[in-house]
């Protein structure tokens, strides 16, 4: 079945450094991946679409690579920020769906100041 | 960008009664809702897909009579928890996507306590 990892459950990094959280996939050729934030207590805000053919896309501080071959996402913030402090959701469409996604469990980035 | 809203936020109630969450997308149509639940430090885990005028689609595992789902309008989807016990508290979110959009737009969320 199709299967979504975020390796780790908690990432914890110092102001103005670089967090790059991991996303990996198993069993499935989606066509595109997805990163969300998540604060506690509310739903998933979307930030970033990569798709099959994109190797890298960037939004601001943010940047997305997506590798086909390793079947894995890299979610990078630079120069992170306390207020970056969130849980990170990758997600990828469900295989014959409407537009459901799957979602990993998430990983929890706290910023140090 | 576009909103989704979610109305209750919080909801806490007895057990044995049931509970309506709304979801209504303010400023599109969502030709599709999803309906998540989401138990602490855990994913998102899909429990239906409505779309507008039919049936929703109910992921295995998920009563389809306890979790009642209309969706009448192409602005409106409702979550009806019927005869809410302990084991449904959990954090519930719905989504949705208008015609073209892949992104999904998430409302707010509604955590169910069932004492």
């Known amino acids: 079945s199709q299967k979504i990892e975020q390796n780790s459950e908690a990432l914890n990094i110092q102001e103005g450094k670089t967090a790059t959280l991991t996303c990996n996939y198993t069993n499935y050729s989606p066509a595109y991946l997805q990163w969300y934030r998540q604060d506690p207590g509310r739903g998933p805000v979307f930030l970033l679409l990569i798709r099959e053919n994109e190797k890298e896309k960037r939004k601001e501080r943010l940047k997305v690579t997506f590798d086909t071959t390793l079947k894995q996402s890299l979610f990078h913030i630079t120069a992170s920020q306390p207020a970056d402090s969130a849980t990170y959701l990758c997600?990828?469409?469900?295989?014959?769906?409407?537009?459901?996604?799957?979602f990993g469990k998430g990983t929890k980035l706290s910023v140090k100041p | 960008g576009a909103v989704v809203s979610q109305h209750p936020s919080r909801v806490i109630c007895k057990s044995g009664t049931s509970v309506k969450i709304e979801c209504r997308s303010l400023?599109?149509?969502?030709?599709?809702m999803f309906w998540y639940r989401q138990f602490p430090k855990q994913s998102l885990m899909l429990m239906a897909t409505s779309n507008e005028g039919s049936k929703a689609t109910y992921e295995q595992g998920v009563e389809k009579d306890k979790f009642l789902i209309n969706h009448a309008s192409l602005t409106l989807s409702t979550l009806t928890v019927t005869s809410a016990h302990p084991e449904d508290s959990s954090f519930y979110i719905c989504?949705?996507?208008?015609?073209?959009?892949?992104?999904?737009?998430f409302g707010s969320g509604t955590q169910l306590s069932v004492l």
């Open positions: 989504s949705a996507s208008g015609t073209v959009n892949e992104k999904l737009f």
């Open positions: 997600a990828l469409e469900a295989r014959g769906s409407q537009g459901n996604l799957i």
């Open positions: 400023d599109f149509q969502a030709t599709t």
